[in-house]
């Protein structure tokens, strides 16, 4: 009677375990991710946010703009950033392999978890807000430090900076269905060279902590002078040369 | 904690319990106890830890395969809880099902949670761009996606087989000749970081670019009319009477046309477009069309005025630049507003309803006005001053009854900080043109309007 059972839950699991890498085979990971060992229950994550992204593409508007013959396959990496897709717990619907390139997280690991596990803790609020005050064609934006396994070590030239997270800035459209929205990343230019290259056809402005001009490159000069000193516009407020608009703006960012 | 913060408000029903306990990652208690713990205790803890873990692994796990069985259909069709074995079975049917229905071609095939199509889709969606390939010798368009219609209110045809530069803003074009010629011309300088100081890098030191490429241009926009993306959030340029929007372009150059675009052998830029978006409205937003904006300087001279005063009160920048704020006032109110300017720079807000002047009458506006101080000097650096014209003549509530004055009788004070013989002077020049439908406009006729 034992045995019977035990040979019983012995076939049961031998079942079990063809349907999971039947399961596996099915998910859309490239091979070289899908051979390595994926644990069961990733497995049946990952399953189910697919199937729960396809439920959203497969909306009677999907016809859209498919007209097309030809698109490339690898239009990620033309990209200077990432997508995702969340639903309406915050779930990850979607995330693009390339968030690897720009954070050094895993598609794998995060695909149906909840996106604000990776989010900085001061910065939840934010996101939060921005979801939810995102209307069809209106799109939100914040600035968000995202984890990220790429960053450096705090050393002594960033104290402010925040160890293991980087800067994103991201672009929340709503969906097709209102519960999902469509977030567009973008990392932020990190300093980690030690000299930018400057294109002919941008300028060049050093200032102090107020934001006076102490410095200003031929190209800036060429630019600005004319408009906005008569003379010299080294100890011209930066302030005095944005759209009064965006004063508001840049004081924030100065502080 | 901070799950519900974002659920709430969100959306209100569903069906979501997971204890987040025994969801997360083994927290660090039992780890931290091992260490402390003597042999036997040790061993004990190990045992326990570990059951704690199969635990939560089971949980999640049953979690998960519940969640799978609510999304695949056939389960939730069968009426009754199906067993974990049928859930596998039926959903690794289901997924089957959604992968034949996405893949369309074999040979391009790369497994992925979005097809080609749908990244497009998203492309559109999220980033409001479309790829376009460019040749690099001839700057000829040898593809751009249909999802350029909405983005540009273009169609495709429009750019097929068209040299980019007459897409684009012309003061762009040698710009984009730098990025597609891929030479190192367009970067020769160099911004040392450390030192901020900026350098010319010897052509030597590099020899070629890398094939990546990421610039802005300006695009020229069509006129669809009824497709028209988030119309008030991108910055328009206006050049020969046509619009162009800020297009963040990123790619890459390839050696050769990319497969299933018959053109001639030869570099070409692969590239995706997408729309530069304002994150605020940037004009025609319904909460904002009747304000514009002002800068004022310490002696009370606008310094910068918002191009929408031209809409709403049909004067034009050059006009007002470098004149007095109160110049803007009816002449009623000239002292109301030059007072109160006085009272800002002593720290009093102001908030103010006045008249203003407009090309051929006068109009009630609310003028709201701070101080803008350097956040790190603290010095003055400003004033903002937002006015609001007022359409309807309810709301119009002047604060103080002003007696009608003569325009120009501003008496010369010396105490005053403002050097008022420059302005008399200044609006003796204009007084013969432009100028003139001011000084002529008669106080009485307004009085109708409100």
Redesign the interface.
């Known amino acids: 009677m034992m045995r019977a059972t035990k040979s019983q839950a012995q076939q049961r699991r031998q079942l079990e375990n063809f349907e999971f890498s039947q399961l596996a085979k099915e998910l859309p990971l490239a091979r070289a991710i899908s051979d390595q060992h994926i644990d069961k229950t990733t497995m049946v994550r990952l399953a189910t946010s697919y199937i729960k992204l396809h439920e959203i593409f497969t909306s009677p508007n999907k016809g859209y703009y498919c007209h097309d013959s030809y698109w490339t396959s690898n239009h990620l990496e033309l990209l200077d950033g990432f997508f995702i897709i969340i639903d309406r717990r915050g779930d990850v619907l979607y995330i693009s392999e390339t968030i690897s390139i720009y954070l050094g997280l895993s598609q794998v690991e995060m695909t149906g978890n909840p996106f604000i596990d990776y989010i900085h803790q001061q910065d939840i609020e934010c996101f939060t807000s921005a979801v939810n005050y995102c209307h069809p064609n209106w799109p939100q934006m914040c600035n968000l430090r995202v984890k990220s396994s790429l960053t450096k070590r705090a050393n002594k030239d960033a104290i402010r900076a925040s160890p293991g997270y980087k800067v994103l800035k991201i672009e929340i459209t709503m969906g097709e269905t209102c519960s999902t929205r469509l977030i567009s990343c973008y990392p932020m230019p990190t300093p980690i060279l030690s000299t930018l290259s400057i294109s002919s056809q941008s300028f060049v402005i050093i200032t102090g902590l107020d934001l006076c001009i102490s410095y200003a490159d031929d190209k800036a000069i060429q630019m600005l002078q004319s408009i906005y000193a008569s003379n010299n516009l080294k100890g011209v407020s930066f302030y005095s040369i944005i759209d009064i608009m965006d004063s508001e703006i840049i004081r924030k960012n100065a502080l | 904690m ?2 519900d ?3 709430d ?3 209100t029903a ?1 069906s ?1 319990s997971m204890e987040d306990e025994d969801l997360g990652m083994p927290s660090g208690k039992y780890a931290r106890m091992d260490d402390e713990m003597g042999g036997e205790n040790k061993e004990r803890f190990a045992r326990e830890n570990h059951s704690e873990i199969e635990r939560r ?1 089971r949980n ?2 049953t979690h ?2 519940n ?2 069985a609510e ?2 259909p056939q389960c939730a069709a069968l009426g009754r809880k199906p067993d ?2 049928t859930i ?2 039926m ?2 049917t ?3 099902a ?2 034949g ?2 893949v369309h071609d074999e040979t ?1 095939y ?5 097809s ?12 409001n ?1 479309f ?1 376009f390939v460019v040749c690099c010798q001839t700057g000829r368009v040898l ?1 751009v ?3 350029i ?2 983005v540009l209110n273009l169609k495709q045809e429009d750019w097929l087989h068209r040299n980019l530069n007459e897409l684009i803003h012309p003061d762009d074009q ?2 984009i000749r ?1 990025q597609l010629c891929g030479s190192e ?10 030192s ?1 100081s ?1 350098k010319r ?1 010897g052509t030597s030191s590099r020899v070629h670019m890398s094939c990546r490429r ?2 802005i241009c300006r695009m020229r926009l069509g006129n669809l009319e009824p497709l028209h ?2 119309r008030n ?1 991108r910055p328009l340029f206006q050049h020969a009477g046509q619009n162009y929007v800020v297009m ?1 372009c ?3 150059i390839k050696n050769a046309p ?1 497969q ?2 018959d053109a001639p052998s030869s570099s070409c830029l ?3 477009a ?1 729309l530069q ?1 304002a ?2 409205p940037i004009c025609a937003d319904p909460t904002s069309t009747s304000q514009f ?3 004022v300087s310490e002696d009370g001279k606008m ?2 005025i ?1 191009c929408k005063v031209t809409d709403l009160i049909g004067l034009n920048v050059d006009q007002l630049i470098g004149r007095y704020w109160w110049n803007l006032a009816h002449p009623a109110d000239e002292k109301t507003l030059q007072d109160a300017f006085v009272a800002l720079l002593s720290d009093q807000p102001m908030r103010l309803q006045i008249r203003v002047r407009t090309a051929t009458d006068y109009a009630p506006c609310t003028i709201s006005a701070y101080k ?1 101080m ?4 603290e ?1 003055f ?2 004033v ?1 001053a937002t006015h609001q014209i007022v359409t309807s003549t309810e709301e119009w509530n002047p604060t103080a009854a002003v007696p009608p004055q003569q325009p120009q009788q501003q008496v010369p004070n010396n105490n005053a900080p403002f050097d008022t013989s420059d302005y008399s002077a200044a609006y003796a020049v204009n007084n013969g043109n432009t100028w003139q439908q001011w000084a002529d406009a008669p106080g009485s006729s307004t009085s109708g309007g409100f």
Do not use: C
């Open positions: 901070a799950q913060v974002f659920m408000p969100w959306q569903t979501f692994r999640k796990m998960y395969i969640e799978l999304m695949v974990k074995l596998l079975r959903a690794v289901h997924m089957k959604i992968r229905h996405a391009s790369k497994p992925s949670f979005l080609d199509q749908e990244l497009k889709h998203l492309i559109l969606e999220a980033a761009g790829l593809y996606a249909d999802s219609v909405p040698e710009k730098d011309v367009s970067v020769n300088k160099v911004l040392d970081l450390k901020g900026v890098e990421g610039f993306r988030l959030r963040h990123t790619g890459y990319p299933g675009i692969v590239a995706i997408r978006v994150s605020m904006a002002v800068r310094t910068f918002d803008f350097n956040p790190y000097s010095q650096e400003y903002v």
